[in-house]
């Protein structure tokens, strides 16, 4: 079964604090993706690595970053929390191609006060 | 760029009874398209997803959905549900020539006893 891993299911933050999010994959996959979920909105692509050390801008990047050093870790990274960034955050790998499907973790329910 | 309508983002249905959840696309390339659905506090994950061929797609749990190009819909059907089904339900559309979703706004299922 393929498996992608979140680091935390809930996670409080203040106002400012830099934050990382961690998602590994056991899948071999070449694509991992950052999403967040938020209500009415279903989920928004904030950035994904089609490759180690590779990267494109989803159609939410603003207010975060990415570091892919290790095929089967992906981070997101929020450099100035704000409280616009409360969300739930998915991530999910796949293979390359656009056919194929994507494999989520549990997310990751953040709070910025 | 594409985009993905749900209709309807609330369901009520009752135990043993029909469901359909609508989806509608917009895009001007060719795309594949699938459904996901999320149980409470999980991951998403793949119901079914239509890349070629027959227009009729069955997938897991007695779900199925039909591709309509000229309608450019993609609608989930399930003749009859169980409690169990209760959940949020994602169609997606990525274009064939990509490897990025995008995820209409999704409809959540409450069924009823």
């Known amino acids: 079964d393929v498996k992608v891993t979140q680091s935390s299911r809930y996670l409080v933050k203040r106002t400012g604090e830099k934050v990382f999010l961690e998602c590994v994959q056991d899948?071999?996959?070449?694509?991992m993706f950052w999403y967040r979920q938020d209500p009415g909105l279903g989920l928004r692509l904030i950035y994904f690595?089609?490759?180690?050390?590779?990267?494109e801008k989803g159609d939410i990047p603003e207010g975060y970053s990415v570091s892919r050093e290790k095929k089967e870790r992906f981070s997101l990274i929020l450099e100035s929390a704000s409280t616009n960034q409360t969300s739930m955050y998915l991530c999910?790998?796949?293979?390359?191609?656009?056919?194929?499907?994507?494999?989520f973790g549990p997310g990751t329910r953040l709070l910025v006060l | 760029a594409q985009s993905v309508t749900q209709l309807d983002s609330q369901v009520p249905v009752f135990e043993e009874a029909p469901v359909e959840l609508r989806c509608n696309y917009s895009s001007s390339v060719s795309v594949y398209l699938f459904w996901y659905v999320q149980y409470p506090n999980q991951g998403l994950q793949l119901l079914l997803k239509?890349?070629?061929?027959?227009?009729l797609v069955k997938g897991i749990n007695g779900f199925e959905a039909e591709f309509n190009k000229s309608q450019t819909s993609f609608h989930l059907r399930k003749p009859s549900v169980h409690i169990s089904d209760t959940a949020e339900y994602f169609c997606a559309v990525s274009k064939a020539a990509g490897n990025k979703l995008t995820f209409g706004g999704g409809t959540r299922v409450l069924v009823k006893p």
């Open positions: 690595s089609y490759d180690v050390k590779m990267k």
């Open positions: 239509y890349l070629s061929g027959s227009t």
């Open positions: 899948m071999d996959h070449e694509n």
């Open positions: 999910a790998s796949s293979f390359r191609t656009g056919s194929e499907t994507q494999y």
